[in-house]
């Protein structure tokens, strides 16, 4: 008989993967088919983040909602995965004993064991260890032949930022051979995908090996582009101490690397970046951003920004804003400093108000907005290549694709036979989040 399983998930796009992959395996070892609401579900998973507390507490608002739903339907199982499980353990189920399973990143793999377990013995199952990229032999290699699609090529992080849990929750850096990767790339590719987005916290320290030998994230890239029907290759999270010059040669050569990046500077101060351990400084951070503007004039480039580090003074908060203004950066996520259980920024003394920090966030915020509107108002009247990825959410008449440097464009059309391919598109109208844009003849 088939199950039914709902998975609710919650922070990163490696959690968006995972999520994804969960669903492959319980379908494949256990029948399971996707509920089409929580009520109808057999099995009710949610992936969790930690990166935040406000994340975190997310956790526990949703496990007392799932409760109710439990209380209707007793044999309803409830498995809790991520990066708060891979924290917190056994810890969840003490705290909401409603929980049935408790898995980590890197035990996804276990979930139609864990399941069946609980189950026959009805005893808890918790298993949040980290086996080295086990979860990557039992994954089906399976396209499903959306037009873009993930593909994790190093799980963990040994960069200990000091106000960072990911390598606590995620485990060490461990990358998968290329030839494991361009396998799952060939079978996306053969479903009709066209767009690879590589994963990992930290891609460019990518050191999985090619016919034996330790390789790179720029052969890597060079050899996805030469598989039959790939047309856009992105890659994130990138760190900025390990980019390096074969990295920015790759831009040259390999036009199907889109023209935006991800590179998160979180600090202008190199004050805050010290005490952040960040290992670079804004000097360097410029370097980087001018050398690759030389190889690719029109790069967009994107970040992600931490505002009120413990002790991060009004002079810190400016030159981050200097550094923004330098770097023209496009659509951004900035966060306010949130201390995190067993980091060592959270043993720092933070003196700084909420309220300054909300007003620095919101200084911040306004002026990348700006920039990012100003970028997209220069596209208007060009002509750009498009990969359209479906219909727009908003507006079924219309559908929705991305430029090559990561802007969203809508356009009239219910033509979805071109869901899947690059289109030209002129460019029409800026509003502050996208593009309008009509069919080019
Ligand atoms: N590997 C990436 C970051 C992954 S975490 C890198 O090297 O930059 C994603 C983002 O969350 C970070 O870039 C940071 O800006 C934010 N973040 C992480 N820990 C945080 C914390 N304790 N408080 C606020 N924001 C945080
Ligand atoms: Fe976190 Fe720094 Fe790694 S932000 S994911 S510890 S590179």
């Known amino acids: 008989m088939t199950k039914k399983l709902f998975i609710k998930t919650h922070g990163c796009q490696m959690n968006e993967y995972d999520s994804a ?13 996707l509920a089409k609401n929580e009520d109808e579900a057999d099995l009710l998973i949610l992936n969790t983040c930690s990166i935040r507390e406000k994340a975190q507490e997310k956790v526990f608002h949703q496990i007392g909602r799932w409760r109710k739903i439990k209380d209707k339907n007793p044999d309803l199982k ?34 139609p064991e864990l399941y069946n377990e609980k189950s026959k013995t009805n005893l808890d199952q918790i298993d949040v260890s980290f086996p080295k990229l086990e979860k990557f032999n039992h994954i089906p290699v399976n ?13 963990g992080c040994n960069k200990y930022c000091s106000f960072c849990v990911v390598p606590k929750t995620r485990g060490h850096e461990v990358s998968r051979t290329i030839e494991d990767i361009l396998n799952e790339v060939s079978a996306l590719a053969e479903k009709g995908t066209r767009e690879i987005h590589l994963l990992g916290q930290n891609v460019n320290n990518f050191k999985g090996t090619y016919k034996g030998e330790k390789s790179s994230l720029a052969k890597l890239i060079e050899l996805t582009a030469k598989i039959d029907n790939i047309e856009r290759i992105r890659y994130t999270t990138s760190h900025p101490h390990e980019f390096k010059d074969d990295l920015v040669e790759v831009y040259d ?12 500077v979180q600090s202008g101060s190199d004050r805050i970046l010290k005490l952040m351990r960040r290992r670079y400084n804004i000097d360097k951070y410029l370097g980087l951003v001018n050398r690759i503007r030389e190889v690719r004039p029109d790069m967009s480039f994107s970040s992600d920004f931490i505002i009120g580090f413990p002790g991060e003074t009004n002079d810190d908060f400016l030159d981050t804003m200097n550094v923004i203004n330098e770097v023209r950066f496009d659509e951004s996520f900035s966060f306010i400093y949130s201390p995190r259980p067993n980091t060592t920024a959270s043993e720092m003394e933070d003196n700084i108000s909420k309220e300054e920090k909300k007003e620095r966030l919101n200084i911040l915020q306004s002026r990348i907005n700006q920039l990012s509107f100003g970028y997209s108002r220069k596209k208007v009247g060009t002509n750009q290549s498009c990969l359209i990825y479906g219909r727009s959410k908003r507006d079924p008449g219309q559908l929705q694709g991305r430029t090559i440097c990561n802007r969203i464009v809508n356009f009239p059309s219910n033509d979805i036979d071109l869901v899947g391919q690059l289109i030209n598109i002129q460019i029409n109208e800026a509003l502050p989040n996208c593009l309008r844009g009509n069919l080019q003849n």
């Open 21 to 33: 992959k969960i669903f492959d395996i319980l379908k494949e070892k256990e029948n399971f088919e």
């Open 78 to 111: 409830i498995a809790i995965g991520g990066c708060v499980a891979s924290q917190e353990g056994k810890n969840i189920i003490k705290r909401a004993p409603t929980v049935d399973i408790v898995f980590g990143p890197q035990t996804l793999h276990k979930l």
């Open 143 to 155: 396209g499903t032949g959306e037009p873009s699609a993930f593909v994790s090529i190093i799980e």
């Open 253 to 264: 050569r390999v036009p199907e690397l889109v023209s935006h990046v991800h590179l998160p």
